[in-house]
């Protein structure tokens, strides 16, 4: 059926929208830089029979350190009709360069590397929202490994958004890679849960970031 025209300001494709830049996060995040939806422009849906609901989104992304940074994307996401456990297809286009973090993340990389003892923090954003400029590269690799974890449990009637780190504790490697150990809250804006989840990361700036294992946590933790 052909694609029918959204106003920016429901709730679908809004969800849609916070999806994708979620997606674009994961993908493209790293310890310098955090891809976060900024305003959707445009959007249309189409159902498509006995496939599912796909959204063709335009939107601007910001940057978490630096809110005007901004580029121009578009995507299509593709929500699965019947299979609960599928995740979304999400298709993207960057319209323009994200900055380059390169110094950024090499810094922050020998940094760690450097360290005598495993870093460990709790709680960032503090309940002010503060984040202690040390700690902005290890909420910023939240943010893009969270990405990975909201495209992985979405479907059309959430809305998933990191709230906070909890708590992460370096694990030590004897390769070149990063490892860190995350309990990080997840907010889901719907049903307004919020969410404990425990995910590892690696990270190494040539190879970028892996979710090596993820898990919904109880609520009490």
């Not at 456990?85 to 950024?104: M, S």
Request: glycine share 4%; with cysteine; hydrophobic share 35%.
């Amino acid at each position: 059926s052909p694609a029918l025209e959204l106003p920016p300001s429901h709730s679908l494709p809004g969800r849609a929208a916070a999806l994708a830049a979620a997606f674009i996060a994961w993908r493209r995040g790293t310890p310098g830089r955090g891809p976060a939806l900024r305003a959707l422009s445009r959007a249309r849906r189409q159902d498509i029979d006995g496939v599912g609901h796909k959204y063709h989104l335009e939107f601007v992304l910001e940057d978490i350190f630096e809110k005007d940074s901004t580029v121009n994307c578009t995507a299509e996401v593709l929500y699965h009709l019947g299979n609960k456990n599928a995740a979304p297809d999400v298709q993207f286009t960057i319209e323009g360069e994200l900055k380059n973090t390169d110094e950024a993340d090499n810094l922050f990389y020998n940094r760690i590397k450097s360290l005598k003892n495993e870093l460990v923090a709790e709680n960032i954003p503090d309940s002010y929202g503060n984040v202690p400029p040390e700690m902005e590269p290890i909420r910023a690799l939240a943010w893009a490994a969270s990405g990975y974890v909201i495209w992985k449990n979405s479907n059309e009637n959430t809305k998933y958004q990191l709230a906070q780190i909890k708590h992460v504790k370096q694990v030590k490697r004897s390769d070149e890679y990063l490892e860190f150990d995350y309990m990080i809250l997840l907010h889901e804006n719907v049903s307004q849960e919020i969410i404990p989840w425990q995910m590892t990361v690696l990270w190494h700036p040539q190879h970028g970031i892996e979710v090596t294992q993820n898990s919904r946590q109880p609520k009490h933790v």
